[in-house]
């Protein structure tokens, strides 16, 4: 009988973040593709275009005029998934199959840059130290709002990501409960921390050091690596190498060792197909229910959609639906892909 | 204070089957969206494609020739996902951040047609029942193959749910573990059925059929409705009325009666938008393990992407990813939608 190795046979990998399964079939990257083919967006973008409702001194759908902003600029979002009004409500705690609850909440858009056409990886560091900065001034404002207790930062980018509009932006959606995902990973970190003291995450990355595999990037502070789990093809998470568990935790050398690890990795994005490489990314952090919880890592997830080429997706439809979450190329191959991209913009090469 | 409306406030909604929840903001449907528009593929299809490696008589990517079959047609999935081939390998039970395991199994391709451009909605009756005996002769003959205990049976339908051919067609997923998505339902199924001594959907589908405000569709042996904690805008699921784990456990009427609403359900689907509507659909069903399990219901999913036309979808991503599933149109309101959609297919209505 062949003995099992991981860089051919389908498997199934655990993520004890999530308590989820992925399944792996490294020999499936071959599959030719006849498939749907994503469009990719002209990179000639106007720096400043009169149409955007993000772009400085523009009007916005709800009639409000943008400042002419210069660094990063916060706004209400005009069509908010949630809302702050308090509603009355008596639950029915026997209720078992009609279960629901009013969610209130404060979302926010973020738009990173004044200039319509810059990204994160063309940005420079100290901008993005700004976005920085202006994150942790959101999760502190919104975090003390009586009835936020989770503060969820995040970024769709590129219009296969359901992003309506190019202008470099992120968004926050703050709300009383914790999000589904947020408290499948507490849950799994609380168990972790009871059982063993000590941070599940942290424990991970200096394995994850010691093994040296799956890393792409690190500096001092931070390390960006394509987790052992992943399910997205080139999936990343960004690390701090000290155990915190929020982004107000930084130090300033922190600021800039994170701000020059995400121009990086998404320097790296862009280089890989040559092309504005789209993802969703969030910060998954400690909860702002005014509890302590040792328990909690700082860290970014990267969920990039593209699978082969600039226009090539990775579909989860169907058994990823039904069954669970599938990848072809090994999330081994996958770092080193990303590892061996140069840390210089595309664009910018001579 | 505004007392809770579940139509119109922003709300959380609990899903007993996975034991998670879904944001619904009903409000937020009045969102205008200047976001990516699919493609729509045109409808002429040929009966017959010469280029189509599904279609009767034509060569395969691996060189085999299809027979010129005339109901529905099974093969080897020639990129399967999982292979056959037993693999030698020794757990390391202490393992937590690297837990790898191989997953044995065997993936199949159904033919629901030899005609090219037949999709569901289209064909009759009888040949939906034929594609339901083939389901039945593959659960059966899978299920007992020694090692395989579970039988994943789904269809991607459309190129925005990753088909690569519009050939009818679907999957089969056989393999020795049980998935992600299914062993969450197990759980759940099976805490109800513990502490009720009944099953958790035959007890939904009594309260659904009571209230009446989200069935789609019903005949004397199958119910389609939109889950209360459907995440996908038209989502919907079908449910036996009738107490049963398996697909192999239908009577004859009962084979009858389910292709029949599978033929309109996905006929209103087209009608919704006249569009030949994309989705990932699949079945789930009892384990192949040779226990017995009075805690499974047979029934099906449907997850289309559609949000608001023939080519606005909706995207499950940043948010959705990072934190829980957000949907804005209400299940109630998506479920009215449907069942006022005619039961004609929108391409034969003179
Ligand atoms: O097997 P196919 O049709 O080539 O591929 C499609 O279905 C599979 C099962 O849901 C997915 O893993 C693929 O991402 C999708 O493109
Ligand atoms: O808020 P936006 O950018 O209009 O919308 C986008 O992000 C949201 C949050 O991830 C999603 O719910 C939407 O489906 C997506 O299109």
Redesign the pocket.
């Known amino acids: 009988m062949k003995n099992f190795d991981i860089n051919e046979d389908p498997h199934r990998r655990y993520n004890p973040l999530i308590n989820e399964w992925v399944l792996v079939s490294p020999h499936r990257s071959k599959r030719p593709w006849q498939g749907q083919n994503e469009t990719v967006t002209s990179d000639a973008l106007p720096e400043y275009d009169p149409t955007c409702y993000l772009c400085p001194g523009n009007v916005r759908a709800n009639g409000e005029v943008n400042p002419t902003y210069e660094n990063a600029f916060v706004f209400e979002?005009d069509?908010a998934?949630l809302k702050q009004e308090e509603i009355a409500f008596e639950e029915n705690k026997n209720e078992t199959f009609f279960k629901a609850q009013p969610e209130r909440g404060i979302?926010r858009?973020v738009c990173f840059s004044p200039k319509h056409n810059l990204t994160l990886p063309e940005m420079p560091v100290v901008a993005i130290e700004d976005i920085i900065r202006t994150w942790q001034k959101e999760y502190t404002d919104l975090g003390n709002v009586d009835y936020i207790n989770h503060v969820q930062i995040?970024e769709?980018k590129g219009s296969v990501?359901?992003?309506?509009?190019p202008h470099p932006h992120g968004?926050i959606?703050a709300q009383s409960s914790l999000p589904t995902e947020v408290e499948k990973t507490q849950n799994n970190l609380k168990a972790y921390y009871d059982k063993h003291q000590s941070n599940l995450l942290q424990d991970y990355l200096k394995e994850e050091l010691k093994l040296n595999e799956r890393i792409v990037s690190e500096n001092d502070y931070f390390v960006a690596l394509v987790p052992f789990w992943a399910i997205w093809p080139y999936e990343t998470m960004v690390i701090s190498k000290r155990h915190f568990g929020k982004i107000t935790d930084f130090t300033e050398a922190e600021t800039t060792a994170f701000a020059t690890i995400l121009k990086q990795l998404t320097t790296k994005y862009d280089n890989l197909f040559e092309t504005s490489f789209p993802y969703?990314s969030g910060i998954h952090q400690s909860p702002t229910d005014g509890e302590s919880h040792p328990e909690w890592q700082f860290h970014m997830h990267f969920y990039p959609p593209l699978l082969r080429s600039a226009t090539v997706k990775k579909f989860m439809v169907g058994y990823e639906m039904m069954g669970e979450s599938q990848r072809d190329i090994t999330p081994e191959k996958s770092a080193s892909i990303l590892k061996e991209q140069s840390e210089v913009h595309y664009k910018n090469k001579s």
Chains 1, 2 share one sequence.
């Open positions: 979002n069509f998934a979302s858009v995040f769709n990501m359901g992003c309506s509009n968004q959606w969703s």
